[in-house]
């Protein structure tokens, strides 16, 4: 196992190049931020868009077992005291009666003493409800009280019989929802890690207690492959946590964990929930959730398998690993700069997959006709300004994986350069291949 490996300054570089190049900065940063809300710029959005459609694609498009789901953020209060957020989801808290600040005692590494001032004048530890507030109505008093989501889960539960009817699913089968989650965390911190409004890709799979373990066992191994696969994680990179310590309904759980540069940090879960969700939401409702099963003749209250992750902390983690500073590659382009910044970006994620450069501003029309033409396949720009060599750094900042330069030969041999980011090798391609070039590429 990899070790824990921090690397403060490699985190400070990432946020500011995340902030220089459009991808995540502050919310209302005119007006100062808002701690623990981030905005996504025109490269994050269109990174986090194709990010969410990966899992979209591979969770729900690509199995007939799944169904989507696309739920309200605000549902009926109830929802929130039969899931057990409004009584249990809390943290303890102490604050340093010193310097005023707080922290949550599971993070503290000497609960007694202030991490900021050292001070041992601490308050007793109290609960801190995570669950966001807000009024349904015209009258702000505790009977319009309402919550925004503090999961994408709940609802899944909540609409599991009209999804089945609806569908006509029987089990096993499953239901997914991407959406935002909003929790009052104590301390926002790491950046997009922990956030007070996220989002997440949860998917619920419902099937026969008997088989729960074996469908727990699959789901794992599923996502295992999708970091593999998709995201091109190596082993180095993540790792999976077992919990021991679980929840009393709970059979199984176990945590994706990735080294983000400030240490390791949960991705994703995946847990066997028994069939606590189900049976809370039929108890509370009084609707009884229960599936009847016509073939043997029988009713079973479902067991649930659960896959739930956050898009900001996938995204956090794609960026985390793809950022580099290459010092070997500058003089090979004939750059003075003694680093390449770069992210090695999997391709089928880069916010830019293919920029088309022209070697002058004459060729400008040409290139932005070859752009006009790609982009209905991939996400392209055109970049004019500046030298060759700055262009290709500004697209390694961006992760752009192929770079293609019209010059003043591609008019008559029906041709451009593709500059592959990772190996900065060059090939000429024909503008008749140059789709499928570039789709095998990117499929690799
Ligand atoms: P943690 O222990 O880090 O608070 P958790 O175990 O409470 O996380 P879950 O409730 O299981 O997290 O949520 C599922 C996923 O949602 C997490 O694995 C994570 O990717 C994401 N997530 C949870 N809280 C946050 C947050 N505050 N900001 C961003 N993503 C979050």
Redesign the pocket.
Known sequence: MADDVKDPERMDKLVSLCKRRGFVFPSSEIYGGINGFWDYGPYGSRMKRAVENLWWHEMVETRDNVEGLDSTIICHPRVWKASGHLDQFSDLMTDCRKCKARYRVDQMEDPTTCPACGSHDLTEPREFNLMMKTYVGPVFDEEHTAYLRA?TCQPIFVDFHSVRVATRQKLPFGIAQIGKAF?N?INPRNF?????E?T?MEMEFFCDGEEGMEWFEYWKQQRINFYRKQLKFTDDFFRIYVHEKLAHYAKAAIDIEVQFPFGWG????VHHRGTWDLTRHSEFSGENLEYVDHDNQRKLMPTVIET???L??MMLAILSRAYDEDKAATAKEGMEEDVRIVLHLPPKVAPIQAAVLPLSKKLMENAEKLNSELLHYFRTETDVTGSIGKRYRRQDEIGTPFCLTYDFESGTDNSVTVRNRDTMKQERVNLTQLRDYLEKAIEA
């Open positions: 999961e929790r965390e997009t890690f922990r956030s007070r996220f997440q949960e991705l994703e879960g739930s992750v956050g900001d902390r």
